[in-house]
């Protein structure tokens, strides 16, 4: 029985969304402290989200991506650790610093990929903001929950700068219903925006920013500086006097915050490392540990010009969008919201730990990707070829390097091993590669299945030759296993485009409640005596 056109697509979307969704609440309530285990179920979370959408796009026959600033952002530090790390791989084994052989390095340029991999996903399947209220309010409330419990029953006390930055940031997530209309969303959903609703919706997120001043005192100030200066941006397009009156609103309450912060928190001393221009790569992990704020982690890694395009892209392209914006009225609110939210996940990342907590990885990913839908801004799509090209650098990355570093550690500590990635690398690699090949017919994804499965085989021969490494035909057995898994997902996805048709229509839309037995019998004629 033939289904109509676009179910399939349809359902893969939603169960990739829901999917993202889960992901986001159980990362906010349980990664809060830094660990392989944690680093790894993440991962393990962001490549299940990769693969349904690449069910999705393959089903749907879509080789493009949209396109995001954040991928340029996170090109340059890597660029920098790339340079750092062929330093240390074209080292001899003796003279490589503390035996680490690029594992630092490789491990940074993973957690970029991830965040950037994060991005898209986000990006890809919220591409709505207003029809999704229901997924940004669960999302907001994990973001706002897990770190409060994490920093008033969890260990890390050294982490709770970074915690409380996403904090704030779920807070700006969770105010973003107050700017949706019931025009955007589905009848079902316009309970949501009803005005009960939105008062609750406020109270709770004064009593969480009222917990969170207590808890992070210096945090909560600047949270509260920087979402006057959004609103104060967002502001420039309101009438004369409301944009004067909230312009003067906000600039006495940064004047304020500004001042509590300068009041009540010392000033920090030099970041190591930002004497040297680009860094000094892994070398600076002598000097240097993961209590350390995230700015020092990359001052130390990639120097003052990594830090500057990180950091300053981060500010520049959420800033940009935001001015740039498309969106009128109200909607300048939720415009605000998600800047400001984005922007306080972009700090968490440079705070206390905020390198080395997944959770913040997590909140900076899903914020950013989130930007663009909500400042009404059209994204460029592009092929999706620079998607798989930077995987295949990163794969080409761990092969090569003497350590892979992340990747190894979180694959042990998830009870994996070697033959494990190879077996997940073969079956992403291709699983995308099949994607962008074969999304037309099949013949070319059969054809990209057996390149990737090639591939494996000759890089595993090079690895010796180029990294020392010792070349094992079990690797290149798990990567053909990886490979073959690949194939019957991509075909399935293939065939589900035979069984929808034009012809074929949706089935009727049942009444939500029943008619009762009274109403039934007025409808057909009668009445009760």
């Known amino acids: 029985m033939a289904i109509p056109l676009g179910t399939t697509a349809r359902n893969l979307q ?42 999705w796009k393959t089903h749907m026959g879509d080789r493009t991506m949209l396109l ?46 991830l965040l950037a991999l994060g991005v898209l996903v986000t990006q890809e399947l919220m591409a709505s903001v207003g029809k999704y209220i229901v997924v940004l309010s669960v999302c907001g409330a994990a973001m706002m929950a897990g770190p409060v419990l994490a920093m008033a029953y969890g260990p890390a006390d050294a982490c709770n700068g970074a915690l409380g930055f996403v904090a704030f940031a779920g807070v700006a997530v969770w105010l973003t219903p107050l700017w949706t209309s019931g025009e955007e969303t589905s009848a079902r959903a316009n309970s949501l925006v009803s005005r009960p609703v939105r008062l609750i919706v406020i109270g709770l997120a004064v009593i969480v920013s009222v917990l969170l001043g207590r808890m992070v005192p ?16 967002a502001a420039l397009r309101l009438a004369y006097r409301r944009k004067v009156i909230l312009t003067v609103a906000v600039c006495v309450a940064c004047i304020f915050a500004v001042l509590f912060w300068l009041a009540s928190v010392p000033w920090p001393g030099m970041p190591i490392g930002w004497t040297n221009i680009l860094g000094r790569g892994e070398l600076a992990f002598e000097s240097i540990s993961v209590n350390r704020t995230g700015a020092e982690v990359l001052g130390a890694f990639v120097g003052w010009v990594g830090l500057a395009l990180l950091a300053g892209g981060q500010a520049l392209s959420a800033i940009y969008m935001l001015l740039r914006r498309r969106t009128e009225g109200s909607y300048l609110g939720r415009a605000a919201a998600l800047t400001t939210a984005a922007l306080l996940a ?62 190894g550690w979180m694959s042990r500590a998830l009870g994996g091993d070697d033959k494990s990635l190879h077996r997940v690398v073969g079956f992403l690699a291709s699983l995308a590669l099949a994607w962008l090949m074969g999304a037309g017919k099949v013949r070319w994804g ?32 798990a990567h053909l296993v990886g490979a073959g898994a690949a194939l019957p997902l991509y075909l399935l996805c293939m065939a589900a485009r035979w069984c929808e048709s034009a012809d074929a229509r949706p089935a009727p839309v049942l009444d939500h409640v029943l008619p009762s037995g009274q109403d039934r019998r007025r409808q057909n004629g009668k009445t009760d005596v």
């Open 446 to 477: 059969l054809l990209a299945v057996a390149m990737v499965a090639l591939a494996g085989g000759i890089g595993e021969a090079l690895q010796g030759v180029l990294s020392g490494r010792s070349v094992q035909l079990q690797d290149w057995l």
């Open 68 to 113: 995001h600033p954040m991928y340029a952002v996170l090109a340059g530090p890597a660029v920098i650790l790339i340079y750092h790390m062929a330093g240390s791989v074209m080292a001899g084994p003796s003279d490589e610093p503390g035996g680490l052989g690029g594992a630092l390095n490789m491990s940074m340029i993973l957690q970029f990929w």
């Open 346 to 407: 972009g700090c968490g990342l440079l705070a206390s730990g905020g390198f080395s907590i997944p959770s913040v990885t997590l909140a900076a990913a899903f914020t950013f990707g989130l930007l663009p839908a909500a400042t009404g801004r059209p994204s460029k799509r592009i092929s999706g070829l620079a998607l798989v090209v930077s995987f295949f650098v990163l794969m080409f990355l761990l092969g090569y390097v003497r350590h892979g570093g992340l990747s």
């Open 218 to 233: 210096a945090e909560a100030a600047a949270s509260v500086c920087l979402g006057g200066v959004m609103v104060a941006l």
């Open 14 to 55: 939603v169960i990739a969304r829901w999917t993202l969704a889960a992901l986001i609440v159980v990362g906010m309530c349980s990664w809060w402290l830094p660990g392989y285990r944690l680093w790894g179920t993440l991962t393990v979370g962001l490549l299940v989200v990769w693969v349904l959408w690449l069910c």
